[in-house]
Each structure stands twice: as C-alpha cells, then as structure tokens.
C-alpha cells in the first residue's frame, strides 16, 4: 500500500522552525489566513473541547500542523498551502465526532471531512473551519457470511477490504485503485470492479451510521432517516454529514477472474475504437471493458518512438464462475480486425483482486501531481479519441492515462438508483494528467484543460469525486442530474439550516 510522506518542501520548512527555536508555524498559512482576517483577531478556544476529545487537535501553532493539513494527500498538486483550516480534529471515536460538530457550531466554524485523502483536487482543504479527520478509523468491524454483511469504519482501503471479504469466499464492488479508502469512494457513486454485475459502490450499502449537523448519531438506511440514506450515496464532498460505520451486502466471489491485455500502434488508437465501442454490447457485462491511451512500457519503448512512445491499450477483465465462461467472454477481445498489428498480448490469463489492484496501481501511481477530470459520456467511443487523438500523442508527461471505460451488455446506460449518484452513460473516462516535478506544473494543467475543452462537446456529466470541484466548482453541478441536484440542495438546507458543513462551493479561495 502507497504510504503519503511528508514532502520536502514541509521538511525544509520544519527544519528552519526548528533552527529557529520557535515552534512550528507554517509562513504561507499564516500569511494567507491573517489576511483574511482569521487569526490575530481571535484565536480559537479549545480548551473546553480538549478537556473530553480522546484524539489530537491540531492548531496552525502546533508542530504537526502542516503534516495533520497535507501530509496524507494523495495529490502532491494539491499540498498547497493557500487554504488551510483553524484546527484539525483526528478523531477516535463517535464521541470526540459529536463533540467538535457542536463546538464547531457553537463557535460558528464550518466543518469539512477528511476520509483518505484521496479525492484528486483535495475538497476536505477548506479555507478556515474544523477539519475532521478520520485516519484513526481503521477496523474492518465485521463480516458475516450468512447474512452476506460487513460492518466497516470508514479508513480500509480498496485491496484491505476485498483481502478481507476474498478469504471468506465473499467480495464487494469496490474501486479500481488499492490505496483508496471505503471513506469517500462509498459516499461519491463508486466506479466498480465488476460494476456490470453488482452496480456501482452505493448501489450495495445496506445502511450507513453517520453524525448530523447536530451532533447526533443516526443511522440511516431504505427504513429511517431516508433523507441521509438518498443524499450519502452519491453527494460525495458536498454531504451534510460525518459517516462513521458502512453496512455493506456482499457477493460471492467469482471464482474465476480473468483478464486480456492488448497494446497496439497508437496510430490505430481511432480505428481500435471504432471495432471496440459497438463490440461491447455484444459482450456479457460481466466484462470490464477499457481503452487506454498510455505510454508505452519499457519492452515496446521503441517499437512506439514513431509515435512519440504512445502506445493504444485495451483491457478486458471478466469477473466469471469458471475457465470456459471466462475465455468465452472475453474471446471476441481476439477478433479484432488489426490483431495482426497487435504488438503484445495476453489472452484470458487467470487473476484475482490482489494482481488487479497491483495492475491499477501501476497506471496510477502515488506521489505524483495530478489533475483529474473523469466523466461520463454517450458519445461514441471513436469520436473520443478522435477528438483527443493528436493531442495525447503531443503529450511529454510519460505517465498520464487517457482512459475510457465501455460498459458492456444490454443494460447501457444503466438504469438509475433511488441515490443522489445520478449520472450514467455508455461510456466512463478522461484524462488523468499526472506528472512528477512542480516545475512541469503549468504545461501538463494547459494541457489538461486543452484536453478538457476538446472532450467537453461529447460528455454527459462529470463524477463528482473525480473531477476537479475546487478548480472549477461548477464540475459539482455537472455531476447530477438536474432533480437530484436539486433535491440535494433542498436537503442540504433541511438538515444542515446553519450551514455547519462546507458545500461544494465554500471555502475553495
Ligand atoms: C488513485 C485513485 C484511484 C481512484 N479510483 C477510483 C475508482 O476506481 N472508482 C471510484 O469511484 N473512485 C475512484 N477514485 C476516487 C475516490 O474514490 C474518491 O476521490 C474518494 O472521495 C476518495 O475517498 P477519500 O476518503 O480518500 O476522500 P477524501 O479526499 O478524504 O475526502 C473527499 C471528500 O469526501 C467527503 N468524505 C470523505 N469521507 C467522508 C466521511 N466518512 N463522511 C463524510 N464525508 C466524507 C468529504 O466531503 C471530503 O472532503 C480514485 C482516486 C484515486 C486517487
């Protein structure tokens, strides 16, 4: 599992604090906050909070400030210290959840929740307010298998959870990337493993124990507190609410999981979408179908210089009960008119989630500077890279994914659940920019937002929690459809009236 470190630039800020003799405060922060008129004036008085809180408070004063704020963010892009709470709240327990939503009431502060980290522009960084962080929420609390349950906190990750569940013959649609936590994938749609089969990440939570804008525990489920139930599954960084237990139904692992792998000319990116796309629905959707534009890897560098080192790849993963299912699955993959010109294959080769997650986890890596925008589309597929062909093949960043999924089957797009997660299409991707060095910062965002205006005429929407709501928070809006956004906002107001928790557009500046 991908462990955040501390950047450098945070160590070679500690480290002047420290020959200084001060205790540790970090200048941008600072800076930036007292301008707006949030310290200096009136500091903060946690000394009531401290006395019952089992966890750690964290003010700008304190040594592990900057670390508490940045340090587990999985995009190094966003450790960027122009918004930054008044305390972070590293809670243990229901208890010291309930207790800073009510001092944060009490002294009029915003609230905003971080899960893992993980979501790409960093909504859980507000400017000023409590931040409540759940990184001590760790436990897998149970798992039944005969009434095919699971109780979890919200900080297990993608490859814990199925390595849990897997050992007792059971699984969960969870996401593609093993470090991501359970946290906000399950609150923002959750893009699936075998997503054809079981539906997306919400469409499985049984119930959800969650603490309101008041400061009180409810649980919500299809049978009490309904509001909460609609909303959590699919409001991702805008809910009105901290999620502490997911009540998770399970499915019986497939007990054969096989995948194929096919890198082409990148020059034949259009033509591969044109067979791929229209073959999907011929496909069982227990197929998960990708095309990717990628870098191509070390064994096929120079066979792609033509193509500036891009390579077409596509993947297709079935999720089946045995060996003859899965290679009659996923053998159309084979029929491809240019198989020919195929540079490297693997065909139908056995698998389980531990070697899919290493697999995703190789194409996004951590430690990296990123800019994300994943949408959903009804386009087709050829037009896609059509529109972006020229563009990605321009591209000097080895390591950004253009990437779209092609839901297979009937059932395309698929029909709506009763949750505030309301976009579908036959079609999910886009660009994952991702780079190393903050000096290439501005080439690969201008690239990113060039590739933005090339894809945006042929998108339906944007996934709410991998899209870029800070940089462009009207990404929020585009994530739902029209009703559910606006039921959203009406609950918004019912259960949250004071505005305890930050929106999708508060505190972004
Ligand atoms: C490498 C990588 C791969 C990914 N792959 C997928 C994928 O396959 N499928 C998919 O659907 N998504 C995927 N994502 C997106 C990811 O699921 C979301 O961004 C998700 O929000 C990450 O969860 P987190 O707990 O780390 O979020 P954080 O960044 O910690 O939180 C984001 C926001 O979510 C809200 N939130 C989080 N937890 C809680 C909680 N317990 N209670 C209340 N609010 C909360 C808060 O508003 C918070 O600001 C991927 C992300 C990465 C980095």
């Known amino acids: 599992m991908a462990e955040c470190k501390l950047s450098r630039r945070l160590f070679i800020a500690r480290g002047l604090a420290a020959a200084a003799g001060s205790v540790f405060i970090a200048p ?41 704020v940045y340090g ?75 009434k095919r349950i699971a109780v979890t906190e919200p900080i297990v990750s993608n490859r814990d959870m199925q390595a849990a569940l897997n050992a007792k013959g059971l699984s969960y649609p969870t996401g593609h990337c093993p470090p991501v936590k359970m946290s906000g994938y399950l609150l923002s749609g959750g893009m699936a493993w075998n997503q054809g089969t079981w539906g997306p990440g919400v469409g499985s939570i049984e119930a959800i124990e969650m603490v309101t804008s008041d400061g009180e525990l409810i649980t919500a ?72 534009a990628v870098q191509a890897p070390a064994d096929l560098a120079e066979k792609c210089i033509v193509n500036n080192g891009k390579v077409a790849l596509v993947t297709g993963t ?76 321009k591209l000097e960043s080895p390591k950004t994914v253009l990437m779209f999924a092609i839901f297979t089957g009937k059932n395309v797009p698929a029909p709506l659940l009763d949750t505030a997660f309301s976009m579908s299409g036959k079609l999910y991707g886009g660009p994952w920019t991702m780079w190393d060095n903050e000096s290439d910062d501005a080439k690969n965002q201008a690239w990113h937002e060039e590739c933005m205006k090339l894809l945006t005429p042929l998108v ?6 991998e899209t870029n709501t800070v940089g462009h928070p009207e990404y929020a809006k585009a994530s739902y459809r029209a009703e559910n956004w606006a039921r959203l906002e009406q609950l918004r107001k019912k259960h949250d009236p004071h505005g305890v928790f930050f929106s999708y557009f508060d505190g972004l500046s």
């Open 28 to 68: 941008g922060v600072y800076a930036e906050l007292i301008a707006k008129g949030l310290y200096g004036k009136k500091e903060l008085d946690i000394t009531t909070l401290k006395k019952s809180f089992k966890g750690e408070l964290f003010t700008p004063k304190d040594e592990g400030f900057n670390s508490a």
């Open 72 to 146: 587990e963010l999985w995009n190094k892009l966003a450790v960027n210290p122009k918004r930054a709470p008044q305390l972070v709240a590293k809670v243990t327990n229901d208890d010291d959840v309930i207790a800073v939503i009510k001092f944060a009431k009490e002294n009029q502060l915003k609230v905003a929740v971080r899960g893992g980290g993980h979501n790409w522009c960093a909504p859980s960084i507000r400017s000023s307010g409590v931040m409540i962080d759940l990184s001590n929420l760790t436990k897998v609390i149970s798992i039944d298998p005969e």
């Open 221 to 292: 489920s299809k049978d009490q507190n309904q509001d909460y139930f609609w909303a959590a599954r699919g409001a991702g960084p805008g809910l009105f609410a901290v999620c502490l237990r997911y009540h998770l139904r399970l499915y019986p692992l497939p007990q054969y999981i096989a995948a194929s792998v096919y890198y082409y000319p990148y020059d034949k990116i259009v033509e591969i979408a044109e067979w791929l796309g229209p073959l999907a629905s011929a496909l069982p959707s227990s197929v998960e179908l990708s095309l990717f």
């Open 318 to 393: 079935v999720f089946a009960d045995s060996e003859e299912q899965a290679k009659t699955a996923l053998a159309p993959l084979n029929d491809c008119p240019l198989i020919a010109q195929c540079l490297q294959k693997t065909i139908a080769e056995k698998t389980d989630f531990e070697k899919l997650f290493d697999a995703s986890g190789a194409l996004w890596p951590g430690d990296l500077r990123c800019r994300v925008d994943a949408l959903f589309s009804n386009a087709k597929l050829a037009d896609l890279f059509k529109a972006t062909k020229d563009h990605f093949q």
């Open 460 to 465: 339906v929407g944007h996934y709410v929690s």
